[in-house]
Nanobody, 122 residues
Framework: QVQLVESGGGLVQAGGSLRLSCAAS????????MGWFRQAPGKEREFVAA???????YYTDSVKGRFTISRDNAKNTVYLQMNSLKPEDTAVYYC????????????????WGQGTQVTVSS
């Protein structure tokens, strides 16, 4: 059974940091690209960051220089380090896995976690 379990969300003041984790099981983690998406109330789910099986990284422009995605294949875990957080980063953050296909497109992803809430106060 495939599972993606996110953790690390919470409430933080603007300028603060959070580290999200996503623990994967039930599939060959090292074969998959892993992504982070977010969805704010009333908005569509949007791409945040992704890391390929070979550790190439990709970011949406609004988080470049502030967020860092990484993976630990030995622990079947992907991380999202978020620094210099802004109120506009407030959203539910989802972890997802894709075997192949466009890495920025949510529709291509095979597996999804349940999400973790990130709230940034001004």
């Amino acid at each position: 059974q495939v599972q993606l379990v996110e953790s690390g969300g919470g409430l933080v003041q603007a300028g603060g940091s959070l580290r999200l984790s996503c623990a994967a099981s039930g599939f060959t983690f090292s074969d998959y690209a892993m992504g982070w998406f977010r969805q704010a109330p009333g908005k569509e789910r949007e791409f945040v960051a992704a890391i390929s099986w070979s550790a190439n990284t990709y970011y949406t422009d609004s988080v470049k220089g502030r967020f860092t995605i990484s993976r630990d294949n030995a622990k079947n875990t992907v991380y999202l380090q978020m620094n210099s957080l802004k109120p506009e980063d407030t959203a539910v953050y989802y972890c997802a896995g894709v075997l192949s296909g466009p890495i920025r497109s949510a529709y291509e992803y095979d597996y999804w976690g349940q999400g973790t809430q990130v709230t940034v106060s001004s």
